[in-house]
């Protein structure tokens, strides 16, 4: 009796799992699953079973022989030309149930149209087997593997809508006061996009930040409760410390910087003389002699 060949997610020369952190969907790449092939699905994936372009089967966790009919032309065909086994009959989609996440980025613009940077980290799943139907049907993927990059190549351009739908009407410094809505927003308008394709959505993570490093700053600054002017001299007096200027903190009081400088007095003509302070009269030097009758 033959032994029946194994179709598994699993290396044959090390056993090292093929669909590792990142990979939604692997396409088996070998053309020897036949009748009688053994298919073995992982407790965290689906198979997808197809024949030339047809989906014939979805096989949850366990072990499962490969049963179809047998057309009589098919067999005797496979016989002739391939000794029982037709290349390529039968394919093997793998489709990971497991939780994965995607990243996404991009350029916002606020009220102010001042650049931010956004942030987005979401989590996806294949729930059910008519998920994973919906997912080797509509996602088009290269080669044998489909990516969180990949999907992220379709979903990236609605999160960037989602975000800047309500970025571009909210004033920077007000931007994550609101990032609570934003996150709803593009987690609403994923799940409806990603639903198409038999993608659950779990979770939404957004951050969002000034592109500009100064503009950053400057903001950090007003959060400690400066005015606008105040906030811009704070951040000029940091970066003259870090230069290692004396003057940074004259620059943060918004005092003036002297070197070198002494007080001057007006010049006294001459002192009065002990005998006129015991007389009990004091003259005014100078013009006071002058002025007298």
């Not at 093929?18 to 009748?35: E, K, S, T, V």
């Not at 950053?216 to 951040?235: H, K, M, Q, T």
């Amino acid at each position: 009796m033959a032994m029946r060949n194994v179709i598994s997610t699993l290396n044959t020369n090390d056993g090292t799992e093929q669909m590792g952190p990142g990979i939604l969907m692997w396409h088996y790449p070998g053309a020897d699953i036949m009748n009688g092939s053994l298919l073995t699905v992982e407790s965290n994936h689906f198979c997808v079973l197809k024949s030339r372009g047809a989906i014939l089967n979805v096989y949850e966790t366990g072990q499962y022989p490969v049963e179809t009919p047998q057309r009589p032309l098919l067999g005797s065909f496979q016989q002739a030309f391939y000794g029982g086994q037709s290349p390529w009959q039968y394919e093997a989609l793998f489709v990971a149930r497991a939780k994965s996440v995607v990243k996404a980025q991009g350029v916002a613009l606020s009220a102010e149209l001042a650049e931010l940077v956004y942030d987005v980290d979401y989590y996806v799943h294949i729930d059910t087997k008519e998920d994973a139907v919906k997912l080797v049907t509509h996602m088009p993927y290269q080669g044998h593997y489909l990516t969180a990059d990949a999907l992220n190549a379709y979903a990236g351009p609605v999160v960037e809508q989602a975000v800047n739908q309500l970025v571009q009407v909210t004033p920077l410094e007000q931007v994550n006061e609101k990032i609570h809505e934003i996150t709803e927003l593009v987690r609403g308008h994923l799940q409806d996009f990603l639903s198409i394709y038999g993608v659950t959505l779990n979770d939404v993570k957004v951050l969002m930040r000034p592109r500009d490093e100064r503009m950053r700053e400057l903001i950090s600054l007003r959060a400690f409760g400066l005015s606008e002017l105040d906030a811009v001299r704070y951040y000029v007096a940091m970066k003259m410390a870090e230069r290692g200027l004396v003057s940074a903190p004259n620059m943060a009081v918004g005092e003036s910087f002297n070197i070198g400088i002494t007080a001057q007095t007006s010049p006294v003509a001459s002192m009065p003389s002990l005998a006129d302070i015991n007389g009990g009269v004091v003259a005014a030097p100078a013009q006071a002699a002058h002025q007298a009758p």
